[in-house]
């Protein structure tokens, strides 16, 4: 098992950036994939992008070419740097990790994009 802990979020312009990092609660070393998911209002959790214990990535098609995510091992953290914001990216973000025991969660930082 492993606690994960979300920072970044916030309220931003259409067209702005964000930075979200998640932490863990131990080394990341053998955790198979980091990722971040998202849930707007009213819709089903989905899938943003992650990243594998051998740093391949993998992007929803609504993100690519704006998100990018990132593992470091050092810091037992993944980051999700998130340019060219739009109202639609508006939703709680959540850490994911996945290994052995199954998956992991983090509490949900709060994303939004409004004028």
């Known amino acids: 098992q492993v606690q994960l802990v979300e920072s970044g979020g916030g309220l931003v312009q259409p067209g702005g950036s964000l930075r979200l990092s998640c932490t863990a609660s131990?080394?990341?070393?053998?955790?198979?994939?980091m990722g971040w998911y998202r849930q707007a209002p009213g819709k089903q959790r989905e899938l943003v992008a992650d990243?594998?214990?051998?740093?391949?990535?993998n992007y929803a098609d609504s993100v690519k070419g704006r998100f990018t995510i990132s593992r470091d091992n050092a810091k037992n953290s993944v980051v999700l740097q998130m340019n060219s914001l739009k109202p639609e990216d508006t939703a709680v973000y959540y850490c994911?990790?996945?290994?052995?025991?199954?998956?992991?969660w983090g509490q949900g930082t709060q994303v939004t994009v409004s004028s």
């Open positions: 990243i594998t214990i051998h740093y391949n990535t």
């Open positions: 994911n990790a996945k290994g052995p025991w199954g998956a992991s």
């Open positions: 131990r080394n990341i070393f053998s955790i198979s994939s």
